[in-house]
Every structure is written in structure tokens, then in C-alpha cells.
């Protein structure tokens, strides 16, 4: 990891733990990282990796209207099946929109038929950056030796940033959103294809 990315987890991490929220676990183990990538077909970032190194949340008490059970994915211990469908969810989400309608202008021309055009969306989206989910559909970019990546937040074809970087997410989900002006919060895109919905 570099070592840029291993002080923005661990600073993300000691936010998380200050905010004093969710249940923290200890941290996942290099060995234990090594497998999740194997098995889902990512590369943590390096300061997502220090995050979950540093302490795994792996519970919170839920709230009224909550989509997720317990929206912090349990990468050590939780269902293979409940991960995937998060792993898969920006991506199901946009298929979904196709189906009722959705093209985006940069993808050229909308095939005719509806089972063409999803046929079609699900070709692209898989070769579209993977993004990892961090906190129900909050999501970072997965790939190694890159860091800082702002957290978007994923509905469909709904996404806006939800933080400039993994511990300003921390503080926007779990802190105070309200304390952050205009000003002082300017993030960036910094993958292909998920930055078009953000401009």
C-alpha cells in the first residue's frame, strides 16, 4: 500500500471510531483481504484497505426505514450471496433504469428493443471500473495503489459524491454533513464511466 493511502484509512478508521456508531470488529488481516479479492475479483484501494485493516464495522442499530439490514458489508464473516448483490448493485441499478427507459447520450445509439438495449447496457457495465461498497450504496472505487477516490453514493442512475475522499465521507455519514460548505468541499471523479453521471 502506499503510504498516502495507508494515513487515509487510518485516519477514515479513527473518524469512524470517534463517531462511536456502528460495532467495530478487528481488523480484517492481509491473508483475509488477499481471499476477498480473490473471491469477488477486486483490489481493495489502498485506503479502503487500511480502513477495513484497522477495524471492521461490522453492525449498527437500524433505523427506521433502512434498505439494508446491516448496511456495512461484513467482509469476514457475512453472506457470500447479501455481498455479491452489494458488489453488484451499481451496476443492476443502471440495467434497471435501461429497462424503463434510460440511455445515456455517450453510449451511442438506444437499440430498438428493450431485451437489446439491457443485453446491451450489461456489456458495457462489464467492463466499467468495479466499484466496492463501503456503507449500503455508498461506494469507492476498487483498484490497488490508487487512493483518495471520493465515495458516491449509488441509486439507479442517481449518484452524487458523498465525500472527497473516504474519511470526509466518514464525517458527511456519520459527523456532521451540515459543517462542510461549498467552499471547502470540491471532489472529483476520478474513474471512467461512473464520473459521466456526476457532470
Known amino acids: 500500500m502506499t503510504p498516502e493511502g495507508m494515513r487515509l484509512g487510518a485516519e477514515a478508521a479513527h473518524l469512524l471510531a470517534t463517531a462511536d456508531c456502528c ?67 451499481p451496476v443492476e441499478g443502471i440495467v434497471v433504469a435501461v429497462q424503463h427507459g434510460y440511455w445515456h447520450p455517450g453510449w ?49 442512475t442517481d449518484i452524487i459524491y458523498y465525500g472527497a475522499d473516504l474519511g470526509d465521507y466518514i464525517n458527511h455519514e456519520f459527523d456532521d454533513f451540515s459543517a462542510h460548505t461549498p467552499d471547502d468541499w470540491n471532489p472529483r471523479a476520478t474513474v471512467g464511466f461512473w464520473e459521466d453521471f456526476l457532470s
Open 23 to 89: 460495532e467495530i470488529a478487528p481488523g480484517l488481516s492481509d491473508a483475509e483481504l488477499r481471499r476477498i479479492e480473490e473471491e469477488y475479483g477486486f483490489e481493495f484501494a489502498d485506503d479502503h484497505r487500511a480502513f477495513l485493516a484497522a477495524g471492521l464495522p461490522v453492525s449498527q442499530p437500524p433505523e427506521e426505514g433502512d434498505t439494508w439490514g446491516n448496511p456495512w458489508p461484513d467482509w469476514r464473516s457475512g453472506d457470500p450471496a447479501k455481498l455479491r448483490e452489494q458488489l453488484e448493485w
Open 108 to 156: 451511442g445509439q438506444r437499440p430498438a428493443g428493450t431485451d437489446d438495449a439491457a443485453r446491451e447496457a450489461k456489456m458495457l457495465l462489464a467492463r466499467v471500473p468495479k466499484l466496492v461498497p463501503v456503507y449500503a450504496h455508498r461506494f469507492l472505487p476498487a483498484g490497488h495503489g490508487s487512493h483518495g477516490h471520493p465515495v458516491l453514493s449509488i441509486w439507479g
